[in-house]
């Protein structure tokens, strides 16, 4: 039986931006992240555009002389901030060395390679332990398989599976550990959103033309194998999410109450017609999406 992949708490919901995360509370967030150490994790996944850097804040403040694996990011400017822009976060983050840097969101207006090999650099420093992309297409990642790339993050999630076998593929064959984020696609698979939130998440695809009737089909899927197993629908997106082959999943959570549930996965599992079933309405959900789009948000870098 393969190993489900570990869980990490990923950080964005603390640090609201772009419409995004609009409710939380900063006392809510700290409980969060207190109560996620209490059980025993100890990775963490965060960015400086969460909050305007108020995410990093809150995971140094909490975790700080704390043993704990933590992952950032950087936005790609130009070569000669990176360094800068890394001491930001490492100041934040009351530490003096990344796990992972990941390069957050390419972009088509400037060159990557200098930039990526400006933040290589780091390493020799001791400043940063490993780089990583994120949310980057798998045809910008070949170009720049010669430097020294050893994460990719992407995302794990029903909602958005196109592409996903293809990074899987390539991981595999080059080395690379995969993390994904948001399995449980933004809150909408837990089945409190049929309808569009009042939040910036009612923009997404799901909610337009042909891919909503497909949407509302994935959730009474998800709502019957979780009552079949006795377990949330929250769960279930989650033990799909786990079942990817993935290094690591970076689950998320407003308050310790919807933590503990998702910390409770690792007994559950599908078998593969269950799997198979998800898969096919899933698929089924992002061919709904613009042929052009290799994400969730439509985001074009």
């Given at each position: 039986?393969?190993?489900s992949?570990?869980?990490?708490?990923?950080?964005?919901?603390?640090?609201?931006?772009?419409?995004?995360?609009?409710?939380?509370?900063?006392?809510?967030?700290?409980?969060?992240?207190r109560a996620?150490?209490?059980?025993g994790?100890?990775?963490?996944?965060?960015?400086?555009?969460?909050?305007?850097?108020?995410?990093?804040q809150?995971?140094?403040?909490?975790?700080?002389?704390?043993?704990?694996?933590?992952?950032?990011?950087?936005?790609?400017?130009?070569?000669?901030?990176?360094?800068?822009d890394?001491?930001?976060?490492?100041?934040?983050?009351?530490?003096?060395?990344?796990?992972?840097?990941?390069?957050h969101?390419?972009s088509?207006?400037?060159?990557?390679?200098?930039?990526?090999?400006?933040?290589?650099?780091l390493?020799?420093?001791?400043?940063?332990?490993?780089l990583?992309?994120?949310?980057?297409?798998?045809?910008?990642?070949?170009?720049?398989?010669?430097?020294?790339?050893t994460?990719?993050?992407?995302?794990?999630?029903?909602?958005?599976?196109?592409?996903?076998?293809?990074?899987?593929?390539?991981?595999?064959?080059?080395?690379?550990?995969?993390?994904?984020?948001?399995?449980?696609?933004?809150?909408?698979?837990?089945?409190?959103?049929?309808e569009?939130?009042?939040?910036?998440?009612?923009?997404?695809?799901?909610?337009?033309?042909?891919?909503?009737p497909?949407?509302?089909?994935?959730?009474?899927?998800?709502?019957?194998?979780?009552?079949?197993?006795?377990?949330?629908?929250?769960?279930?997106?989650?033990?799909w999410?786990?079942?990817q082959?993935?290094?690591?999943?970076?689950?998320?959570?407003?308050?310790?109450?919807?933590l503990?549930?998702?910390?409770?996965?690792?007994?559950f599992?599908?078998?593969e017609?269950?799997?198979?079933?998800?898969?096919?309405?899933?698929?089924?959900?992002?061919?709904?999406?613009?042929?052009s789009?290799d994400?969730?948000f439509?985001?074009?870098?």
């Amino acid at each position: 039986m393969k190993r489900s992949s570990d869980l990490a708490l990923g950080s964005w919901q603390f640090g609201p931006s772009h419409g995004f995360w609009t409710g939380g509370t900063i006392q809510a967030s700290r409980l969060t992240i207190r109560a996620a150490y209490k059980a025993g994790i100890r990775h963490f996944d965060t960015a400086p555009a969460y909050g305007n850097g108020l995410a990093e804040q809150l995971l140094g403040s909490v975790l700080f002389q704390k043993t704990a694996i933590i992952d950032t990011k950087f936005m790609p400017k130009h070569p000669s901030l990176v360094a800068q822009d890394v001491q930001k976060s490492l100041d934040r983050l009351k530490r003096t060395s990344i796990n992972t840097l990941y390069l957050h969101w390419p972009s088509s207006s400037v060159d990557l390679r200098p930039i990526v090999q400006s933040a290589a650099r780091l390493i020799e420093q001791e400043k940063v332990h490993h780089l990583g992309l994120s949310n980057t297409p798998l045809s910008l990642v070949q170009t720049l398989q010669d430097l020294p790339i050893t994460f990719l993050q992407v995302p794990c999630s029903l909602l958005w599976t196109r592409g996903l076998e293809e990074y899987k593929q390539y991981a595999k064959k080059q080395g690379i550990s995969l993390v994904g984020y948001s399995p449980l696609g933004l809150g909408l698979l837990s089945g409190k959103y049929p309808e569009k939130p009042n939040d910036r998440r009612g923009d997404l695809y799901v909610y337009q033309g042909t891919a909503y009737p497909i949407y509302r089909e994935l959730l009474e899927l998800l709502s019957f194998l979780a009552r079949k197993k006795s377990i949330s629908m929250a769960q279930l997106a989650l033990v799909w999410a786990r079942s990817q082959d993935f290094e690591t999943v970076l689950m998320g959570a407003h308050s310790p109450e919807q933590l503990s549930p998702l910390l409770e996965t690792d007994t559950f599992s599908l078998d593969e017609g269950e799997k198979r079933l998800l898969d096919e309405v899933a698929g089924r959900l992002c061919a709904c999406a613009p042929p052009s789009w290799d994400n969730l948000f439509g985001h074009r870098w």
